[in-house]
């Protein structure tokens, strides 16, 4: 009972392994994906899932150091990051991931200032869920995909507290004395008997980056740094059994990234290949920060008249700041006659909803089975300009109730599996009359409340062609919003008002994939293809240097391979994968796709590979990630992108007093510059930046 069951029904059944091949651990068939809000088995469901262990998070979080840059390693489909706390661009399949905490999302469609993959520290994280794919399994959000990380489970029948410590030091190739990090964390828990308990504490301070020409990575000031940063967290989890089959439990976490605001940004030459820098100097204002706090309260009952019930209600307050300046949109002469007004922006957004599910099987239809439920969210958001108090973004409230239904029907002796559903979005928006900044004219506009209804369906098949192998297809629907936020604040023609002037209806997405899967023996193998189209795709166009939002027809397609190895030789696997993707959208309003997706919006194509080595106390990985270069079909050559190939190293002794690691990032000490940084705003020298060089990470881990 302490493992929670799925919680609750599916709106998508989105998930079949064709990524399991980087997937750790026993009979992959036991593992219950939560996210998926089911209790069926991975083999009747009928889309890409890719689940990373806990070892995994462990060991990719030493040579990485955030849980997006985890996901971004080990999922070949989804984009590589900025290496900045700003995630813009950071794709999964050609679109935006929806994140979650075990259920809870993170991500804030609203006014997205895509900060959401940074909270929560991976210490607390036992393992990550990815679902591929255009779904609304988890509601609004998840047009490339789910992310969701699932916190550890309480202790199940044990003596004492169990838990686990955690130190670490890591350092710049040339161990340049800003650059060095520390991290730490603790966890235990306690069965109690019917009640259990676990309390949890991290903590991480990072140092200045470093490239691999040994400079300082240059500092991104306005959308915020993981660098030269300090992070902390707190975490809870306590459950209680109310019977045999009736259960209770209360999750808490609290994740809080602050800059520390040591240095500035020295301009780099994109003519001269020269990256941006960094030198010691004081950041103006307030430092740029992510804090979150996420609460959820799930109740389940496993024989409620025969079925499976879940109930979850839960909280998300989230709250980033951005850097400042001395921009033209701040400016207002009744402040500051002088127009040299100085001010910074920050996102905030509450988050309170419930899920409810059940599911049952119909005894007189032999493997039928019905999954019904009901889902709300009300998000609050606003941007506010915080030294001023102005609202960038007026306060905007997003409500949303949702019933859906699915039903499944396995066959053959469940060698045949067949799904079907539909989901019903009825929301609304709530905006007062506001107004727009000095720089928009002012300009008063009126309030209103536009709604929109929004039906999405789904249906897809697994068919076990033989032993180990799987077939499967599948169709399915997701849809995000337009980033409302950035519409609203930019309002500069008058007499508008909110009911009228924008378009509220929902960017639906629809996912097409076949696949195949092979698991037996010591082989995994999968292949997976996929076509992804948007009659009004939501896009990040460069507008006079800000990225706005423009809805133009999207199509974009893909093929994804993973395979896994156990080698004859004890001990030693081989694994890899592969992701190939095409985006074009729609730049002139006909109808047709005419234009490559740029960098902004879609990934290069990438090959993963690995050689794991365990053997007695001993365990050794050597990985790599190779970008593979993409050409635009944009005006010249500016925005090509070219590849670059980073390798990681990873070794553990498991000594009496605990696991001693050593982790080397970027082995090779690879000088590049980023995927962002080379496709997007091509003329820009602020935002030319390298990515890391070497970096040296030594722990020492303790589970009692």
Same mark, same amino acid.
């Given at each position: ?104 999302? $993170? ?217 400042? %300046? ?87 002796? &469940? ?30 506009? %009126? ?88 009659? $009004? ?85 050597? $990985? ?9 079909? &944009? ?45 997007? $705003? ?23």
């Amino acid at each position: 009972m302490k493992s929670l069951l799925a919680l609750g029904s599916a709106v998508f059944l989105g998930v079949t392994g064709s990524a399991a091949a980087q997937t750790a651990g026993a009979d992959e068939e036991e593992i219950v994906v939560t996210a998926a809000r089911t209790a069926l088995p991975r083999s009747a469901l009928p889309n890409t899932i890719q689940i990373i262990d806990e070892a995994t998070v462990d060991q990719q979080a030493q040579l990485t150091g955030s849980a997006a840059d985890v996901v971004a390693s080990m999922v070949p489909s989804f984009a590589p990051t900025r290496e900045k706390l700003s995630g813009a661009g950071e794709t999964l399949r050609g679109r935006s991931p929806l994140y979650l905490i075990d259920g809870v999302p $993170q991500s804030n469609p609203l006014r997205d200032g895509s900060r959401d993959g940074y909270t929560i520290d991976p210490f607390f994280i036992d393992r990550v869920e990815v679902i591929f794919g255009s779904n609304a399994i988890q509601g609004i959000g998840a047009t490339g995909g789910v992310v969701n990380y699932v916190t550890p489970d309480l202790p199940d029948e044990t003596e004492g507290w169990e838990g686990r410590v955690l130190t670490q030091m890591s350092t710049a190739n040339e161990f340049q004395g800003d650059g060095f990090g520390y991290r730490t964390g603790a966890i235990a828990g306690r069965d109690f008997g019917a009640f259990d308990l676990m309390l949890g504490a991290a903590g991480q301070s990072r140092g200045a980056f470093y490239d691999g020409d040994g400079r300082r990575v240059g500092i991104d000031g306005a959308q915020g740094e993981t660098q030269d940063s300090l992070s902390w967290s707190l975490f809870l989890k306590a459950g209680a059994d109310l019977s045999p089959h009736r259960r209770i439990e209360l999750m808490a976490q609290h994740f809080e990234l602050e800059g520390d605001g040591d240095y500035v940004l020295v301009p780099g030459s994109r003519a001269a290949g020269v990256p941006a820098s960094a030198a010691r100097g004081t950041t103006p204002g307030e430092f740029p920060t992510n804090e979150i706090t996420t609460v959820s309260l799930t109740y389940e009952d496993s024989a409620l008249f025969g079925g499976l019930f879940n109930g979850q209600l839960y909280y998300q307050d989230f709250s980033s700041v951005f850097g400042g %300046g001395v921009f033209p949109t701040f400016q207002d002469p009744a402040i500051d006659p002088t127009l040299t007004l100085f001010d910074q922006s920050a996102n905030n957004s509450t988050k309170l909803g419930f899920r409810l599910s059940y599911e049952r099987q119909v005894q007189a239809l032999p493997g039928f089975r019905v999954i019904a439920g009901l889902d709300g969210i009300q998000d609050e958001t606003f941007q506010e300009l915080i030294l001023t108090g102005r609202n960038w973004v007026p306060e905007t409230t997003f409500q949303s109730i949702a019933p859906f239904v699915q039903l499944h029907q396995s066959l053959l002796n &469940d060698r045949l599996h067949l799904s079907g559903g539909v989901r019903r979005e009825n929301a609304n928006f709530e905006v007062d009359d506001y107004e727009t900044l000095y720089f928009y004219g002012p300009q008063t506009v %009126g309030g209103g409340s536009p709604e929109f209804e929004e039906t999405l369906t789904n249906f897809g098949a697994t068919f076990e062609v033989a032993d180990g192998l799987t077939a499967y297809s599948s169709f399915a629907q997701g849809f995000t919003m337009a980033d409302i936020g950035r519409i609203l604040r930019a309002v500069n023609v008058p007499g508008q008002d909110v009911d009228t002037f924008i378009d509220v209806q929902p960017v639906v997405s629809d996912n097409t994939e076949v696949g195949l899967e092979w698991r037996r023996g010591p082989l995994s193998a999968s292949a997976a293809y996929f076509w992804s189209t948007s009659d $009004q795709g939501a896009l990040l166009v460069l507008v006079g240097g800000v990225y706005e939002v423009e809805r133009q027809r999207t199509e974009i397609d893909g093929l994804e391979l993973g395979a896994t190895w156990t080698t004859p030789i004890e001990g030693l696997t081989l694994s890899g994968g592969y992701a190939m993707l095409e985006g074009r959208a729609d730049t002139n309003g006909d109808g047709r796709v005419d234009a490559d997706l740029d960098g902004a919006n879609i990934s290069p194509d990438r090959i993963n590979a690995a050689v794991d080595y365990e053997r007695g106390l001993w365990g050794l990985r050597l $990985q790599t990630r190779s970008f593979l270069d993409r050409q635009f079909d &944009d005006p010249g050559s500016a925005t090509d992108f070219d590849g670059y190939t980073l390798i990681d190293a990873f070794a553990r002794y498991r000594a009496p007093f605990g696991d001693i690691s050593l982790a080397v990032a970027n082995l090779l000490d690879e000088q590049y510059v980023t995927y962002n940084s080379q496709t997007v $705003q091509p003329t820009s020298d602020t935002r030319f930046f390298a990515g890391r060089g070497r970096v040296i990470t030594i722990g020492l881990e303790r589970r009692f």
